[in-house]
């Protein structure tokens, strides 16, 4: 009996020593950073302009890998069913890789992921196509009261959706919506004036604003977005509408303990480096620097407000 235990002891030492070994040795291999939308969009643009200062501070390299389709869900169900070895991490977007769940589509829960950090805060943008004679937002809730009109966003339940279904309450009209793949391709679709009229991320069109491809019409925040200064907010042009996304990073639940903490330390280090933030005012990024716990109770607030929506104003059938 005597031997048994020392054999079982013996045994369990050397199992909690490799275990500690290959922690401490993490990361001892690349990192991936899976984006689940296409590249040129915004969350690719914004999580690329990180990647740098992430290699720096998790001293390893990360291989950015875009896997798009169904508005996120193909990344997000990726990065959900990944092993949690932290060698597969994700861009985590709220409300895009969220109101899957709640729309019943996804075969994930809210749980299965491990958030790590929120690198960006962004406004939602009510924008016209330079071709149209729409130049305020009373003007398109006057054309959309006078006759149905089609309005592009950027995927189903994506932020620019729910963005506009807070609208539809506030204005008291009813829209139609053509859902994109992510940012990018909605922002092209404006561009060549297929899509006349839509919501977006103000992150993704404030240059055309400023060149004036497209027109900024209203946005989303509390007060009006250093992006487009002269743009009033949905409240200032008379509809009670403030809804705001987030864009941070996670990774698969389960993470073994020393390597989640290995990896909530770099992104807040990589968050907080000098050359990141000065590299992040030269690109224009809206930063929202959350820390782990912050952008942890921000997604369980978020998600609850969202379920409320959803019984009241669903965004898909």
């Known amino acids: 009996m005597r031997l048994t235990k020392t054999l079982y002891g013996l045994a369990s030492a050397i199992a909690l020593f490799s275990a500690g070994q290959a922690a401490a040795e993490y990361p001892e291999r690349p990192v991936t950073l899976v984006i689940g939308y296409p590249a040129g969009g915004g969350t690719d643009i914004q999580s690329r302009a990180l990647v740098p200062y992430l290699e720096k501070h998790l001293g390893t390299s990360v291989i950015v890998e875009n896997r798009e389709g169904a508005g996120g869900l193909i990344g997000a169900t990726y990065i959900a069913n990944s092993k949690p070895d932290g060698y597969t991490i994700g861009a985590l977007n709220f409300p895009s890789m969220y109101s899957p769940i709640i729309q019943g589509n996804a075969t994930y829960k809210a749980d299965a992921f491990t958030p790590l950090a929120n690198q960006i805060g962004g406004d939602l943008a009510l924008t016209v196509n330079k071709a149209s004679p729409i130049k305020t937002a009373k003007e398109f809730v006057d054309a959309a009261k006078a006759s149905p009109v089609v309005v592009g966003v950027t995927g189903v339940g994506h932020p620019s959706q729910i963005t506009a279904l807070l609208f539809e309450d506030a204005a008291g009209v009813k829209l139609n919506f053509v859902p994109f793949n992510g940012g990018g391709p909605a922002r092209l679709a404006m561009l060549g004036n297929h899509v006349t009229l839509g919501f977006m991320n103000l992150n993704e069109v404030f240059a055309d604003n400023r060149s ?106």
């Open 212 to 317: 004036g491809a497209l027109r900024v019409l209203a946005t989303s925040g509390a007060e009006r977005s250093p992006l487009s200064p002269d743009v009033p907010t949905f409240k200032e042009a008379g509809y009670d509408v403030q809804f705001s996304l987030l864009a941070g990073f996670g990774a698969p639940k389960d993470l073994p303990p020393e390597v989640e903490a290995k990896l909530v330390d770099a992104f807040q280090k990589a968050l907080s480096d000098p050359d990141y933030l000065a590299d992040a005012k030269k690109r224009e990024l809206t930063t929202l620097p959350l820390t782990q716990a912050e952008f942890s109770e921000a997604l369980e607030k978020g998600n609850a407000n969202l379920a409320e929506l959803w019984k009241t104003k669903p965004w898909t059938k």
